[in-house]
């Protein structure tokens, strides 16, 4: 496991002076996730461009006989992981729609084609794995969506936003190329956990503006990054933090962002409502703004038992 991943692995400095916990240890099996998503057309658009999914991963042993002390051979044992992930496509017509689509579908291809899953982040090793293998895979999506391009005309040009988090206990892995965004609410407070790759991004990222005046800059929606786009490399960012009890995910799309303020978006999951109930609520608030764009939001809550 040598591959260079080359992404920021550390928490940004705001979330890490946040935390006031120490972490918690314990099996993955052991983990309450309370997730749920949903997505809305909005109303203005007449087709849904994005697509989301939520899977449950994981491996199993059962003992079904044995003459070895219970002491020494477990009856069950287990790992399991979340994966999540949120597609905005563009293109057009149809074809922004079958981009996010075609991009979730190869993906989830793509792991079940891994055959050693790891489920288990014991040291730095596998981590660097864990993050260099979601990197390529997100390449390999995203040639996949080239090739379809190349071969059929009317798909010149489409393209998709991707974001998705894995965790595995208490490890999240986060991977992203657009503007599809991934919030953390710790301690009441929100962190975007995820970066812009957008033309005003990247001017505030030079110094060239200042940050607050990318929401409202005539290029914040300008997309640098995309999957199925003309570069040939996606290039995506790849990151890990370490969950705590009590911390609430939150994946979504612009259709989200650009309707609701980030206060607005802490208010709710502050509220303590389960996932479902969360991601129905801000559904609700991006249309009650004018739901100009597709919206689509996952909202998952972390439990650690501490025995």
Request: charge should be negative; glycine fraction near 8%.
């Amino acid at each position: 496991m040598s591959h260079e991943a080359g992404t920021d692995t550390a928490e940004t400095t705001s979330l890490q002076d946040a935390t006031k916990v120490i972490k918690t240890h314990c099996k993955s099996a052991l983990v309450q996730v309370d997730v749920a998503g949903l997505t809305h057309t909005g109303k203005v658009r007449p087709n849904n461009e994005d697509h989301f999914l939520i899977g449950r991963f994981g491996r199993f042993l059962e003992t079904l006989q044995t003459n070895v002390p219970a002491t020494d051979v477990a009856s069950r044992s287990e790992e399991i992981g979340y994966g999540m992930v949120v597609a905005d496509g563009m293109g057009g017509a149809a074809a922004g729609e079958f981009a996010s689509q075609l991009a979730v579908s190869t993906l989830v291809k793509l792991v079940l084609e891994t055959p050693d899953w790891i489920l288990r982040i014991d040291d730095s090793g596998f981590a660097e794995e864990v993050m260099w293998r979601a990197k390529e895979r997100l390449e390999q999506v995203n040639a996949t969506l080239a090739t379809h391009a190349e071969n059929d005309p009317t798909l010149r040009g489409f393209g998709t936003t991707l974001t998705l988090a894995t965790s595995l206990g208490s490890d999240m892995f986060l991977t992203s190329v657009g503007d599809s965004r991934a919030y953390l609410l710790r301690q009441n407070q929100l962190y975007q956990l995820t970066r812009d790759h957008t033309v005003a991004q990247g001017l505030a990222d030079r110094g060239m503006i200042v940050q607050h005046e990318v929401a409202s800059h005539h290029m914040h929606h300008v997309l640098t990054k995309v999957l199925g786009g003309k570069a040939k490399v996606a290039q995506p960012d790849v990151r890990k933090i370490i969950l705590y009890d009590g911390d609430c995910l939150l994946l979504c799309s612009d259709g989200l962002t650009e309707m609701v303020p980030n206060a607005r978006i802490q208010e709710t999951l502050t509220a303590g409502q389960p996932a479902i109930m969360a991601a129905k609520s801000l559904i609700d608030q991006a249309l009650a703004a004018g739901g100009r764009d597709n919206v689509t939001v996952i909202v998952a809550r972390y439990r650690f038992p501490t025995a």
